[in-house]
């Protein structure tokens, strides 16, 4: 199997598939950022699951004005759903495209507020390199007027504008419909030899407007679910406790980090059945080992250069 990934020169065509519930209070950031663009999109979904506050009344003001701006609407299932609600939405959106019709492929979410040149940058870092199958720039929180860092590894692209090459995305089988299906598709992309990264630099520095880990409860549920997540992927017990000590530091501190660590123990206790996939389980626990003993850079860089 090549490693190398089939590139089309010239072709920038990308569509941008959002799924979307109640977003009334951020959206209209996010569609003022894609309209800056300086490369903007050929084509725009946005799929409305079920929303009940002013989000379809927003989406029809900008879809009579947009020509490449295209709403489809879910039934309302009565709540917020994360994980795989949020894949199920994307589907939804994804069927609604002839994907042979584009180069590149985004899930976007509409909490974000992106800079001018940020899918045009991704875009050159991808026809630079075509071992790239997927990448993002980094997630800030605005507080107290300041910009603060949402931290996230750079061996992952990251959920919430997971730009992807259409050739990968389907070649790896497109998300699974459970948490953590944006950790899957990254390690999945890696098991081929490609490449999934993002880049802290200030051209790709987007606002995220909901807190990154955060659920329609509480803070300390996203935590947990992240635990979990973890577990269902494959995520070894002592990577798991390396990962949560490492950001003890982060708000809300240690109740964060402990909420995530019980995550992962309450899926081992409760005997939870984990991601159906022995050889990507093989190959996760064979990369996080490297880490744990190289570094995640070091780790990182022997994949690469062995999928060359």
Known sequence: MSMMIEQRSGNRRYVLISPCRNEAGYMRETLGSVLAQTIPPAKWIIVDDGSTDRTPEILADYASRLPFLQVVTRPDRGRRSVGPGVVDAFY???????????????????????????????????????????????????????????????????????????SSFQAIGGFVREVMWDGIDCHKCRMRGWIACSWDEPELRFIHLR?????????????????????????????????????????????????TLWGWLKSWLQGKPRYDDREFRNFLREYQRKALVLGKRRALAEMADAGR
């Open 92 to 166: 939804t959106g994804y069927q609604a495209i002839d994907p042979s019709g584009y180069e590149y492929l985004c899930k976007l979410d509409l909490d974000l507020r992106l800079p001018p040149r940020y899918f045009e940058i991704l875009m050159d870092r991808m026809e630079a390199d075509p071992r790239i199958a997927t990448c993002s720039g980094k997630s800030y929180i605005e507080k107290d007027g300041q910009a603060v860092f949402e931290r996230h590894g750079d061996d992952m692209s990251l959920g919430m504008t997971k730009f992807y090459r259409i």
């Open 211 to 259: 807190p990154m880990g955060s659920s329609q409860d509480s803070i300390l549920v996203g935590r947990m679910r992240h635990g979990y997540g973890q577990y269902f992927m494959g995520t070894g017990f002592i990577y798991m406790l390396a990962s949560v000590l490492s950001r003890i530091n982060q708000r809300p501190y240690l109740i964060g980090s402990l909420a």
